[in-house]
């Protein structure tokens, strides 16, 4: 009897949900032999299922609806554990605690022992604790709302969950309106990286992702204030999305672009010191810190570390310019081939920042990147390594050279068939 693709689909789903199932129960040994087997288990998966969601023009609705009920299993399997004991979200609640307790988070050091008693034991063990906090205002203000529901690191994990949710619905009505497979959204919702670094360890970067989204959609609609209001949210959460400022040239009026930057300055006037926009320990970032960006650690020995920032938001912009002519117009590839090529310059990179593209990895065109979400899971050895008393960086060399291995692979194959293909 022949497997239809729809039992492919649901076989591929079962697997990928008692992997991560496993992955979850040993979360607290993150990169150990049994988190790593069954999270690399789960990405082959998910590369397979890859290959029959774009081979496949269309399901029936059933298999959308099943694979995301897998989807919500695992992610709350995942939910239900604690993040690690120094993961960013004890900052985040760090940094809501203090906002509403009268204090500038972008100036307080959380190892400042005239502040020991602000603490709670989930903020004791919050990393780089000699540093004020680097997160812009949009980031910072999504903290103190959440704390102020109720303070702890499950709320603000659920909060995140709440916006990958979101995100599937926005991409649902953005595959409708664009007249596209609705069993996309498993491109997105099946991605083993959300079930770790949003549903696990919890990450703000799944809310600007969200916002990213909608201002893509915006665009689609021709909402245009919508859209630049979006972006200028999306880049107060993280400063990534800035590279995507030539997408929006000409599409959006002066007057919503001017909209857009009045509310960014408005989000950062609560933290204004001494009349100046604070970027808290931003700078210690480019300066010090060095994690899984082979490029930016080449280069680091000879120039310096603001102009190699500026080299990595300049190889952003550029790729953004030449994709707005030569990408079909609201082609995801444009938002996301640009983020990633600055993420490829970045000084770190870990696996949360690829949060950012999950949305738009939509199409064979963007398989390279696709891979990358799969390809960097070796990186989480390090949080084993660390833990058996390693210093932080000490990366076994075949890690990087395999992760951006298949990624250039990947790319290769896919710009050779691309110049073979007939015209």
């Given at each position: 009897m ?15 949900c008692?992997a991560?199932t ?19 288990l ?6 397979l ?17 099943i ?8 992610h ?16 985040y ?7 509403r ?24 063990t ?8 680097p ?9 103190r ?20 949710v ?12 664009t ?8 491109a ?33 609609r ?7 209001v ?49 970027t808290g ?10 994690f899984?960006?082979?490029l ?14 500026g ?21 995801p590839d ?14 770190v ?38 833990a058996?008393?390693?210093?932080w960086g000490?990366?076994?060399?075949w ?13 290769a ?11």
């Open positions: 022949k497997v239809t693709p729809a039992w492919r689909v649901y076989i591929l789903g079962v697997t990928l008692v991560l496993i992955c979850s129960r040993n979360f607290g040994d993150r990169g150990g032999p049994s988190f790593m087997a069954s999270l690399t789960a990405g082959i998966v998910y590369l299922a890859i290959r029959e969601f774009f081979t496949t023009p269309k399901f029936a609705r059933r298999v959308v609806v694979g995301l009920v897998l989807a919500a299993v695992w709350i399997e995942f939910l239900r554990v604690p993040p690690g004991a120094d993961d960013d979200i004890h900052r609640v760090w940094d809501g605690r203090v906002q307790l009268g204090y500038n988070p972008y100036i307080v050091v959380p190892s400042d022992p005239a502040l020991g008693a602000l603490h709670t034991p989930e903020t004791r919050l990393n780089n604790p000699y540093l004020p906090s997160y812009p205002a949009g980031a910072q203000l999504f903290f709302a959440v704390t102020a529901i109720h303070e702890s690191v499950f709320t603000l994990k659920v909060a995140f969950a709440v916006c990958e979101a995100i599937v619905f926005v991409l649902l009505d953005l595959l409708r309106c007249r596209q497979g609705a069993h996309l959204v498993l997105y919702a099946w991605n083993p990286l959300l079930a770790i670094e949003v549903a696990g360890s919890g990450h703000v970067d799944i809310v600007g992702a969200l916002l990213l989204l909608v201002s893509a959609v915006a665009l689609v021709r909402w245009r204030a919508t859209a630049a979006a972006l200028g949210l999306a880049i107060a959460v993280k400063l990534l999305p800035v590279v995507l400022l030539p997408l929006y040239w000409k599409r959006v009026r002066v007057r919503d672009a001017a909209l857009a930057a009045a509310l960014l300055g408005l989000l950062y006037t609560p933290f204004l010191s001494h009349g100046r926009i604070p320990s931003l700078g210690t970032y480019v300066q010090s810190f060095r899984n960006g082979p930016f650690a080449a280069l680091d020995q000879v120039v310096p570390p603001q102009w190699l920032a080299l990595a938001v300049l190889a952003g912009l550029a790729t953004a310019t030449w994709l707005r002519s030569a990408a079909p117009e609201w082609s444009a938002f996301a081939w640009p983020m990633a090529a600055s993420l490829f310059c970045a000084p990179v870990y696996p949360w920042y690829l949060l950012w593209l999950l949305p738009f990895l939509r199409s064979a065109s963007t398989m390279p990147l696709i891979i990358w979400t799969v390809s960097i899971i070796p990186i989480y050895v390090q949080w084993h390594l660390r058996l008393g390693r210093p000490s990366l076994p060399g890690v990087m050279l395999l992760e951006y291995g298949c990624v250039a692979a990947a790319s194959i896919f710009v050779f068939r691309r110049c073979a293909a007939p015209r």
